[in-house]
């Protein structure tokens, strides 16, 4: 995570080293025996979006951290409530910590590379 992302965690750039990165853990070593459904797997950009939702920033604020405009923030959420089936944000954030998608252990909540298209796992 570098400086400018920081305001998602609250931390300042001292404190950032290492942070944003994608969370190793024991599931994302067993995720393919696990037959992880691919509707629970998405994009980097899409993870960094619902990481951010579950800190309770508002699609401005998103669009803002990530460069992006709310419309394209606000197409990736409902993108998201589509494949959890969830009618609202807290919905999605709700299923998302249900199925293991969000890491709840740790603040702010992160995405298990496991759950992240295109990333490995070593």
Not at 10 to 15: N, S
Not at 58 to 83: E, F, N, P, T
């Amino acid at each position: 995570m570098n400086a400018e992302n920081a305001a998602f965690s609250g931390l300042g750039p001292a404190e950032v080293a290492g942070a944003g990165d994608l969370v190793d853990c024991a599931r994302c070593r067993t995720a393919e025996s696990a037959g992880l459904r691919p509707h629970h797997r998405l994009s980097r950009l899409d993870s960094m979006i619902l990481e951010a939702v579950a800190t309770g920033l508002s699609s401005v604020r998103i669009a803002d951290r990530l460069h992006l405009s709310r419309q394209a923030v606000d197409y990736h959420v409902k993108g998201m409530q589509r494949r959890f089936n969830a009618v609202n944000r807290v919905e999605l954030v709700s299923k998302a910590c249900v199925t293991g998608v969000l890491d709840v252990g740790m603040w702010p909540p992160k995405v298990p590379c496991c759950f992240v298209l295109g990333q490995r796992v070593t």
